[in-house]
Structures are given as C-alpha cells and as structure tokens.
C-alpha cells in the first residue's frame, strides 16, 4: 500500500503527487484515464499571476440580463440549468459584492505570488523548465473605455502588488505585429508568464511520477469506504477495493460527489470552457493575448495556437455545445485577420468553481487521513504547484506559511 493515495490525475493532483514525493512519501495516482476531459488538458496555459479579482466582482451583476440573453456572450446559462444552478448563481453573485472581493483578493494573492517560484522548482527537478515561457502576456482592448471600465479590478491588482502598463496601439502592434481588426489598445501584465502546452505539461509531470517510483492507477471512484474517523479504500467501478494509508482528493470538478462520502458538502459548479486549438494557424503571436471583449485567450503553444475561453454553465458532464468554440474562433479571426481556423480540433472540459473563486485546501475536517485539494476555478493552472506544496505541509503536519483559513472546505 502507497503511503499516500491520490484521487485524480489533472494538474492539482500530479503536483500534490509529486511534492508528496518531496517528502519521501510513496504515491499512487488514480484516475480514470480520460485526462483529456478534465481542464487541465484544455486550458489556456497561462501562469496568471495577478489574477486575484474573481469574475464576480462589482459592476458584473447589470450584464447578467444581457449575457444570459445572448448565446454569443462570454457567459452563457443554459435554460435547463436556469433553475438547478440557482442557488449557486445566487452564492456567485452575493461574493462579488465589494468588501467580500476585496478579501477574495487579499486570500488569493499569497497563492499567486508565490506560483511562479514553485513552478520553477518543480520544473528544474523535472527537467521541463523550457516548459514555462518567460514571454509576458498582455490583455488587448477595442478602446481605452474598455481598459478603464475595469478600474476598480487593476487597482486592486496593483494593491497586491501586481502591476501592468498601458499600451498604445502602437506599442501594441510593435509588439504583436498580427493583432489588428477592432483592437486599439492594451496592457502589458508584469510577471503573467504562460506554459508551452498544459497537455504536453501534464503528460510530462506524469511521467516524472513514475520515474521516481509513482504509480499510476487506471480506474473510476465509485466511492470512499470509511471506518470512524478514517478512510480505509477506495472502491472503484468494476468492484476492485483498494485500501489507503491517507487519500488526498483532487477531482476537480468532480470533487464534490466523492466528498460526499466523507460527509461534506461543497457548493462547487463546473463551468464548461472550450478551445479551439489550430495545429497550423497561419499567424505568428509571440505570446499569450487575452481578449476580455470576445472573452477569449489566444495562446501559442508548442502544438499550435489555442484560441480558449467562453464560460458555460452546463451542468456536470453535459455534451458539448461546439458552437460556443466556433464562436471564439470566429471572434478570434475579427482580430488575427490572417489567422487560418480550419482543421482545428476543439474541446470543452469543466473549471471546478467554489462560488468565491477560492480553492478548498484543507484537511477533512471529520476524517483525519485525507486531504483536500480542488475548486481551483479559472486560476488552477497557475496554482497547482503551490497547492502540491500546501498539501504535503498539511500531511506532514508542517506549517505551510500561510493563513489556511480562507481555503478551508467549512467555509460556506
Ligand atoms: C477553457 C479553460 C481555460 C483555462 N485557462 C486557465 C489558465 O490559462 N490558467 C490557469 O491557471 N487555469 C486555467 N483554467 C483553469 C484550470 O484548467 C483548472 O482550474 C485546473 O485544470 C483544475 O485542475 P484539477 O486537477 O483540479 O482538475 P482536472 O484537470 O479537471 O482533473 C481532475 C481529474 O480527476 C479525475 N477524476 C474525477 N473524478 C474521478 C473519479 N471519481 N475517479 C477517478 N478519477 C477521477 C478526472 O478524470 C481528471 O483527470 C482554465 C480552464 C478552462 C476550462
């Protein structure tokens, strides 16, 4: 038996697997081997340092009539999910009001500031640091009202010490000689670095794992077996039992059924994104734009350019609405005049969302074995080594440096 079991193989998990190992611990991944359907296969690969501000923020609550009316929004509702998702919305919604964002931020930058760090760590043990592009990104604007409509976010961001500058067009074009169309202007986001691929990062980290003896496991959860204050097995579909010395849960958005289990409950929502990665785009970026008007990414990666974004509430494991890709590529050529969208491959795959934006981290508060790591929203890429990190200073019963309360899974 591993010292320690972990279910879930996105990037919150082989991190966690992999800082466990840090510490001398044997590991055992488990997961169900789809590891292109969970985010961290699809995402836009961006080290987001400065994103402290969650989506639900002042001034976001008069454009829900509009967005849940328009398909083509960046945030899209559908009908069937109206009256479900409820009480979710509500709780999104009620965590934007000022004074909670501004705590959201307060917890969340500790997290970012120090991403980049672990990351460099963990990639120079791997030997992938190339896998962590040093390039800069910058977020474009139609216009100079747009950048300035978001005021109360950028001051917050520079609070915490996450600076930008503002370009001109002409810098902008300097910069990136492809971006034309209604693009006027932009800013530069200091330290926002990207990875070369989250896939290929993935698969590389995975294997990583096992050459220092991880083992990897194929299989679904059914279940967590328990006896008193302890997790005893897993169960996974097709009857096998395994038992577990300590478990750590890091499902993603699948989280919340297996918590269950140990009597928790999260409030925690899969909000589809999509991609659609062109293998040949025909255009040259020479680095990560975000384009908060189409509400899109568009990221040059080592297989491709992936134009990614759109948030859809869907339910879990909903099928996919490729026209919400579509759309971005689309909207993504308005911009990238000489950008060739055919032959892409798309995907949709789920960000695990608290209504705060914040990531549960945290021990179980019933089950003294397992830990937890998951609800990383639109930030777990950027935050996954860190969270590794946080997770074997909890099992090894160490002080992380940090005020864990904002992470706790009660909080709600
Ligand atoms: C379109 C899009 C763009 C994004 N862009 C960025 C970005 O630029 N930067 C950033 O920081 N973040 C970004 N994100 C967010 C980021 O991708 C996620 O927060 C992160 O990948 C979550 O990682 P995870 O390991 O928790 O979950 P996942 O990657 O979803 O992994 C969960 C794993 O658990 C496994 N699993 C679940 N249930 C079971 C079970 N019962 N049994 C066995 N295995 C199970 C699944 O198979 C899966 O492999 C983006 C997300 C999307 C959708």
């Known amino acids: 038996m591993s010292d320690v079991t972990i279910i879930g193989g996105g990037i919150v998990g082989l991190c966690t697997a992999l800082a466990l190992q840090d510490d001398g611990l044997s590991v055992e991944l488990v997961d169900r081997g789809l590891a292109a359907a969970g985010a961290s296969y699809g995402n836009c690969g961006l080290l987001a ?39 979710w919305l509500l709780r999104f919604l009620w965590s934007g009001r000022r004074n909670r ?12 500031r120090r991403a980049g760090d672990d990351y460099r760590a963990l ?44 370009l001109t067009r002409e810098e902008l074009r300097s910069l990136e ?26 698969q590389r980290l995975a294997r990583f794992l096992v050459s220092r003896g ?16 302890k997790a005893v097995a897993i169960c996974l579909a097709g009857g096998a039992r395994i038992p577990v010395r300590r478990l750590a849960i890091c499902a993603g ?31 040259k970026l020479n680095r990560a734009v975000l384009y908060p008007n189409g509400g899109f990414v568009l990221t040059p990666m080592e297989s491709g350019l992936r134009i990614g974004g759109t948030i859809e509430v869907a339910g879990h494991d909903p099928r996919p609405n490729f026209g919400r890709a579509d759309i971005i590529a689309r909207k993504a050529v308005d911009i990238l005049p000489g950008l060739d969208i055919t032959g892409g491959q798309q995907w949709m795959g789920p960000r695990p969302f608290m209504p705060d934006t914040l990531p549960v981290i945290d021990r179980a508060p019933n089950h003294g074995n397992v830990v937890l790591a998951f609800g990383h929203g639109q930030v777990g890429m950027t935050l996954s080594a860190t969270t590794g990190k946080i997770v074997s200073d909890l099992v090894a019963g160490r002080p992380s440096g940090l005020d864990l309360s904002p992470y706790r899974s009660t909080r709600f």
Not at 178 to 196: H, I, K, M, R, T
Not at 214 to 229: F, P, W, Y
Not at 254 to 282: C, F, M, N, T
């Open 49 to 87: 340092v400065g994103e402290v501000v969650p989506i639900s923020k002042p001034g976001v609550i008069p454009k829900i009539p509009k967005w849940l009316l328009d398909p083509q929004s960046p945030l899209f509702v559908r009908p069937k999910q109206m009256i479900t998702q409820l009480p």
């Open 101 to 112: 964002v501004l705590e959201i931020a307060e917890a969340m930058a500790p997290l970012t």
């Open 123 to 166: 990639f120079a043990q791997a030997g992938i640091s190339d896998n962590l592009v040093p390039a800069e990104n910058i977020m474009a604007f139609n216009s100079k009202a747009d950048y300035e409509a978001d005021r109360f976010a950028w001051d917050l961001r520079r609070r915490h010490g996450f600076n930008h500058s503002f």
């Open 177 to 202: 000689p492809a971006l034309a169309g209604p693009v006027s202007c932009g800013v530069l986001l200091e330290g926002w670095l990207q990875f070369s691929d989250p896939g290929l990062v993935q």
């Open 214 to 229: 991880g083992k990897l496991r194929r299989g679904s959860v059914q279940r967590i077996e328990t006896a008193g204050n």
């Open 253 to 283: 958005a699948w989280s919340g059924r297996l918590v269950s289990d140990l009597g928790i409950k999260v409030p925690i929502a899969a909000l589809q994104g999509y991609h659609h990665h062109v293998p040949e785009p025909g255009v």
